[in-house]
């Protein structure tokens, strides 16, 4: 079961790497293109769906050519909003 | 097939998060009780045996009381030690 907070996490992750491929101006297919993620798994982890694996992450990394602790680059909001 | 490369990712958050674990002066057992993650996995994650996923990598976090991006502040070696 995935709590409030773990939502949060992911969600706050997707966020960031949806902004971060929008300002290297990449769309969803050419990233998927330039590493070995699924074009639809990028998607659910802009979405907050899916809990991505610290390879995954480093494949992402790659493909945006950042290290991948940018990625993590965010505050962890602790106020859950219900 | 985990590459060099991706194995080299593994075994630095390894470090990194044992690095965190003693500079907080807490046992992998302490640890383990802090957070929901095993003590076998934490031992696992040191040694960069197991791909962690990232609610893993925040509940270990949550029990370092630090932000998840701080596990993954090292810069990946691009040089792969054959």
């Keep these: 079961m995935v ?3 773990d939502k949060g996490l992911l969600i ?3 966020k960031r790497l949806r902004s971060l491929r929008l300002s ?3 769309t969803l297919r050419k990233m998927a293109l330039l590493c070995n993620v699924e074009f639809a798994d990028i998607q659910r ?3 907050g769906k899916v809990n991505i694996t610290l390879l995954s992450l480093g ?3 790659k493909a945006l ?3 991948p602790k940018e990625l993590l680059d965010f505050t962890q ?3 859950l909003k219900h």
Tied chains: 1, 2.
Excluded: C, M, P, R
């Design 77 to 79: 909001e602790q106020d």
């Design 3 to 5: 709590s409030d907070l």
């Design 24 to 26: 290297k101006k990449l």
């Design 45 to 47: 982890y802009e979405t």
């Design 59 to 61: 494949e992402l990394a």
């Design 65 to 67: 050519e950042i290290e």
């Design 12 to 14: 706050q992750f997707g």
